[in-house]
């Protein structure tokens, strides 16, 4: 199949769209060609958008019946699988499309047995024993929905999100992938929680405790993750959605390039019989309560309408047939800002207009103006050959996005700091499924999808940080631009042998990425507490004397004649700081464009306008900061699932990835051997016990590739300095230094902001030392990040649908992305050798005992360096409960409760995320960002008696109730002098010893079908109302966590929100810190940061036929 395919890939550089949408097809059609024309052909890779059925025929004796003719007839479009039993009965129907059937068992000389009404969804593996009977005796059964399903002889830890749930529950937004947060083992991730990393649209999960970029989504048996951020890419409608299967752990050898979690997503069909729907979804700030975070007369509105229309049906009936999904959604909400914007907002703006620099206007409305569309086509090309072709689109406008508006970002953000989302995501894909005799299945699926997303700021003014707090200005923790175009091809051969279910196959991506970086452009200014920001702005425009806050604390900067940070000062009348020798600026970054040679002669490389600030970078110097790469991804499988006997299954394979294209950037690990193995033993037809081993490679992360990638490193003779990547690129930052110590003739942090602020001159660059040139790289010698997983389960049947089950489950990563800093002199110094430093000098009084305190000069001269290595490790252990019933007449219900510990050394590659002391990285171990210790989901639906004046309702709920998630408290600036402001913890604290608030949400959604079908047979209209957490209870995301000082005080440590040490912090009554006056702890610690919403309506209308 390859030879047919791979030309068309080596063609793509050159193609422009619409050639390459041609190819892709002809790709697809082609395939379907040789396969129509070789049929005893064997080619390879993976289906995983499928079921199957398996099972042993016997006689009424229990003997086994070979040769019988097996045959499953899907009941919504007429097309038949077969199947025959071999030598020891067994039989396996492969590769059916998830829905409803028609089982047919037939043999010389017995009745025929026929059991309709068989339900088989993705990624089932269901087990069918039948008995024939004697000729004269007819045998037709008829299989309920009550059945219950335990899948003897699955082996993987997944759960399935059925087209009655799709439909039925209430979830706001209607972004269907929050499903999976409803299976067990599985929370919202939180990989970047308190960073500027964000990325829109998308919902970010955990499995296993695993980070949320670790995953694998796809569509249709299609890979639908951005290789560029690792984040799925655009997924269809929730109305386009037939149903997909969430894989917790120990999936098989077939899936690959995730060491977390899997979601297979299967789209919705055409049937034999025409059907649509019309339907709108409507919400509005009116029928809402109102956030902490918008207290009157905060803005307060919320506007959305989602609306569209689905068709589908035959083209020709049994044998071509279409579906169609158009869904629109408009937007309009005010944002929620944390409590030290809104208590400072009128000081905030009198500084940035001292600066020169726009106010922020809290008043602005996050919008989403989206368009998504999907068509798909399936069509029978012969009694052996079947052809489905799918392709979507998403066209996003979302405007005023703000840093850390998702649950997954800091809630840090400014409306200066918002950005705009223009997204455009288009999938052509196909897939070709031929029989090519009675025990051999091919699978063939061919994809092209491209996605531009481009995510430039609302502003290009200066980026002004308040470490861990507060963000303005131009977002230096995104990509601005995102252009990924990717070819996907791959086979899977299916074949039983015996009591073998042998699959093997192959996968090829080549996947080409466009993006743009631009770094710390304007010039992003360190300015550690809100009177930092005062003290900074009363020093670029003295006149303006604008008065500090006592309430929100002193700068830290401000330091007494002694010089002891314990005891910050405000002036003693309004204006410039005499006690703040760094004029509220500690540290300053700078970007610049280099071009391709070493050295430029000095002068302005370009000059910005400081009037509105339109751009943080001239457009013109867009490619000195664009990446451009060309990579792909390999992957072969062997997957064998053996029917030991009718009680054991063992299924077992290896799987081989490995990519390519990254040499630039370091020296890619071939070592991508990853060895599966299951069982699933069943004593008695209710039971099945479940256990499993594996090893699962991750993708290499390419974000900060991408970052790192066009960053000059400075040239040192005779220095060790590691260099990013192979050649040089066009763009470097400068890191002003030395930070706190003023050194005659050299312009401080502040002196250098203040000029660029007034002139907006962009200052060029040498790399060559003595230089304050910083950047990043990531290690060349990095091996590839991967997991090791196991299993234990137990799943009992209990009667009356009911199922039950518990289990465990163990994965343990290595190799994982974090950061550390590669140019900072230790605290003993150096001596010798070519560049000594200094050590350091006596730490602070009060000063944690125990803890380093470094001297705040670079080890060479250079700027900060800082070091992207693949050597994080975590573990989690999760204990799981499961109780279902399902395809219940009137009670559907599923509850889950997860029992879970997660540690890690490191969470991931942002400023954040540095550890504390960098020659000290194993004190980093502690409980994870993703932990979350308990979490129990349920949801059920209640439908009336059809005999009473109940029928036609339905009732359905989610209920969530999981404890805190943890946070680590931060002093809020740079106490130890490592020159890194946010990563600074107090005292001697580990990580994540702060827990937040608990989550307790209820969900609900009341709705009523009426018949119509005097207008047209199976016509309906539903009416419902959603209410989202119907109890209002103030759910807490996020809790500022900077304390503002570096030492615990009155020796009470604050442990849990709104405990008794945390509100005697925000009622100032916290001894052990004086501190001249102002409060110290900060007093807003602990307190809402972030709010998940508050009890939201919505209210729909859903017209189907």
């Excluded at 209710?686 to 390419?702: E, H, P, W």
Aim: charged content about 15%; proline content about 8%; aromatic content about 10%.
């Amino acid at each position: 199949m390859f030879s047919a395919a791979l030309p068309i890939a080596r063609f793509f550089g050159g193609m422009n769209m619409k050639r390459l949408l041609l190819a892709i097809l002809a790709t697809v059609l082609l395939n379907a060609g040789v396969l129509m024309f070789f049929e005893n052909s064997a080619f390879a890779q993976a289906v995983i958008a499928v079921a199957q059925l398996n099972g042993t025929v016997r006689d009424a004796t229990g003997s086994v019946v070979v040769n019988a003719s097996v045959s499953m007839r899907n009941l919504d479009t007429n097309r038949t699988y077969t199947s025959t039993s071999n030598a020891s009965g067994y039989y396996i129907v492969p590769n059916l499309p998830p829905g409803p059937y028609e089982l047919n068992v037939t043999y010389t000389g017995f009745e025929p047995h026929v059991q309709s009404g068989i339900p088989l969804r993705v990624g089932q593996t269901a087990t069918l024993d039948v008995t024939l009977a004697v000729q004269g005796r007819r045998e037709t059964v008829e299989v309920t929905l009550e059945t219950p399903a335990i899948e003897p002889t699955r082996t993987e830890i997944s759960n399935v999100i059925e087209t009655k749930q799709i439909d039925s529950l209430p979830i706001s937004g209607r972004l269907f992938t929050d499903f999976a947060l409803l299976t067990p083992g599985v929370a919202s991730g939180r990989t970047s929680v308190g960073s500027t990393i964000t990325e829109f649209e998308v919902t970010r999960v955990s499995f296993a405790g695993m980070r949320d970029l670790s995953n694998q989504v796809t569509v249709d048996g299609a890979d639908n993750i951005n290789t560029a951020t690792g984040s799925q890419r655009a997924t269809p409608p929730q109305e386009a959605v037939q149903e997909f299967r969430v894989v917790n752990n120990s999936f098989g050898a077939e899936y690959g390039r995730a060491l977390g979690g899997i979601v297979n997503i299967v789209t919705k069909s055409g049937t034999n019989t025409l059907h649509g729907s019309v339907y709108d979804y409507f919400q509005n700030d009116a029928l809402n309560a109102r956030s902490l975070l918008q207290p009157a007369p905060q803005p307060n509105v919320l506007r959305q309408n989602q609306f569209g229309f689905t068709l589908g049906g035959p083209m020709r009936k049994e044998k071509t047939f279409f579906f169609m999904n158009y869904e629109g959604q408009r937007r309009g909400e005010s944002p929620t800002y944390p409590t030290v914007l809104l208590n400072n907002l009128a000081l905030i703006n009198a500084s940035k207009a001292a600066l020169g620099i726009a106010p922020e206007n809290i008043g602005v409305l996050k919008t989403k103006d989206n368009d998504y569309g999907i068509v798909r086509l399936d069509h029978q090309l012969s009694a052996h050959n079947q052809l489905s072709v799918r392709y979507n689109i998403e066209d996003g406008r979302d405007l005023n996005q703000l840093v850390g508006s998702t649950l997954d970002g800091g809630g840090i953000g400014a409306p200066s700091s918002g950005h705009n989302v223009f997204v455009r995501d288009q999938s052509l894909a196909g897939t070709v499924t031929t029989q090519i005799g009675s025990n051999l299945v091919n699978t063939v699926l061919g994809q092209y999808a491209r996605r531009h997303y481009t995510f430039p700021g609302v502003t290009g003014e200066p980026n002004l940080d308040i470490p861990n707090e507060l963000l303005f200005g131009h977002n230096f923790g995104v990509l601005d631009k995102i252009w990924e175009t990717r070819v996907q091809g791959s086979d899977s051969l299916s074949w039983v042998k015996g009591k073998h279910f042998l699959r093997f196959g192959g996968d090829v991506n080549y996947v080409k990425n466009s993006v743009l970086w631009p770094g710390f452009t304007p010039i992003r200014i360190i300015l550690p507490g809100i009177n930092c920001l005062v003290d900074f702005a009363n020093f670029v425009k003295p006149s303006a004397k604008i008065v500090s806050n006592f309430a929100a604390g002193p700068c830290p900067m401000a330091l007494p004649p002694n010089g002891d940070p314990r005891f910050p000062v405000f002036p003693a009348v309004p204006g410039p700081n005499p006690a703040d020798i760094a004029n509220g600026v500690p540290i300053a970054f700078q970007s610049a464009p280099l071009g391709r040679t070493v050295n430029f002669t000095p002068g302005v490389v370009e000059k910005l306008t400081t009037n509105g600030w339109p751009y943080a970078y001239l457009p013109e110097q867009e490619k000195n900061f664009s990446v451009y790469l060309n990579h792909g991804y390999y992957g072969f499988f062997f997957q064998d699932q053996w029917r030991v006997t009718p009680k054991l299954t063992l299924n077992y394979g290896v799987r081989y990835d490995f990519e390519s294209g990254l040499s630039d950037q370091m020296d890619v690990s071939h070592k991508g051997v990853q060895p599966r193995i299951g069982l699933a033993y069943s004593p008695d037809r209710k039971t099945v016990i479940r256990a499993g081993f594996g090893i699962f490679n991750d993708r290499y992360s390419l974000p900060f590739l991408f970052i790192t990638y066009p960053q000059r490193p400075a040239i040192l003779a005779n220095a060790d300095l590691p260099p990013n990547r192979r050649g040089a690129e066009s763009a470097v930052y400068e890191l002003n230094v030395p930070p706190f110590i003023p050194v005659p003739g050299v312009p401080t942090p502040a002196q250098i902001a203040a000029t660029f602020l007034n002139t907006g001159e962009v200052i060029s660059h040498s790399v060559v030392a003595p230089t304050n040139v910083g950047y990043s790289y990531t290690d060349r010698d990095s091996p590839i990040p991967y997991s090791e997983q196991a299993n234990l389960e137990i799943d009992r049947g209990i009667g009356r649908g009911f199922t039950i089950g518990a289990g465990y489950i163990f994965v343990a990563a290595h190799h994982l992305l974090r950061s550390t800093l590669g140019n900072l002199c230790p605290v003993q110094g150096i001596s010798s050798g070519p560049y000594p430093c200094p050590p350091a000098g006596p730490p602070p009084p009060g000063y944690p005992a125990g803890k380093n305190y470094y001297s705040g000069i670079p080890r060479y001269p250079a700027g900060l360096i800082c070091c992207n290595d693949l050597t994080g490790n975590s573990v989690y252990h999760g204990g799981t409960l499961q109780v279902n019933k399902t395809a219940g007449k009137y009670v559907n219900f599923n509850a889950n409760y997860t029992l879970s510990h997660t540690l890690d050394d490191g969470t991931f590659a942002t400023f954040i995320s540095v550890p504390e002391d960098v020659f000290r990285r194993g004190r980093e171990r502690a409980t994870s960002n993703q932990d979350a210790r308990h979490r129990f989901v349920t949801n059920f639906s209640l439908a009336g008696p059809s005999n009473t004046f109940l029928r036609n309702f339905l009732l359905s709920n989610i209920v969530i109730l999981q404890s805190p998630r943890p946070f680590t408290l931060f002093v809020g600036y740079d106490a130890n002098n490592d020159l890194i402001p946010a990563a600074d913890r107090v005292g001697n604290l580990s990580r994540n010893t702060y827990k937040g608030d608990s989550l307790r949400s209820w969900d609900i959604r009341l709705s009523r079908t009426i018949s119509l079908a005097r207008l047209r047979e199976g016509t309906r209209l539903e009416l419902a109302v959603d209410a989202f957490d119907v109890l209002n209870r103030p759910n807490v995301d996020e809790v500022v966590v900077v304390y503002g000082t570096y030492n615990l005080c009155g020796g009470q440590q604050p442990r849990q929100y709104k405990d008794a040490a945390s509100q005697a912090i925000q009622s100032v009554q916290v001894g052990g810190c004086p501190a001249a006056g102002p409060p110290v702890p900060n007093p807003l610690f602990g307190s809402p940061r972030t709010m998940f919403n508050p009890r939201q309506l919505q209210l729909s209308m859903k017209l189907s036929f």
